[in-house]
């Protein structure tokens, strides 16, 4: 729930900022949860997180829209 508050608190931004050198020097991937927009996509994306998901991208589907379990 931070990640949706990036562009609007200062403090949460300087935090993800120091939680990124961290990762990134120990060579460690993340990803933003609950992206809901294009302006916070964009600002995820220029901060070098490496994977993003949220309602930007698509509303959560049960696993067997994907194939991922059968109901037989």
């Known amino acids: 729930s931070i990640?949706?508050?990036l562009n609007t608190d200062k403090n949460i931004r300087k935090m993800i900022e120091g939680l990124?050198?961290?990762?990134k020097s120990a060579n460690i991937q993340t990803i933003a949860e609950f992206v809901c927009s294009k302006e916070l996509s964009e600002t995820v994306e220029?901060?070098?997180?490496?994977?993003m998901q949220g309602y930007y991208y698509?509303?959560?589907k049960?696993?067997?829209y994907?194939?991922?379990?059968n109901d037989t």
């Not at 990124?20 to 990762?23: C, D, V």
């Not at 994907?66 to 379990?69: D, H, K, Q, R, S």
Request: no cysteine.
């Open 3 to 5: 990640v949706q508050k």
């Open 20 to 23: 990124l050198l961290y990762t």
């Open 46 to 51: 220029k901060l070098g997180i490496d994977y």
């Open 58 to 60: 698509g509303e959560p």
């Open 62 to 64: 049960p696993p067997e």
């Open 66 to 69: 994907y194939g991922l379990i």
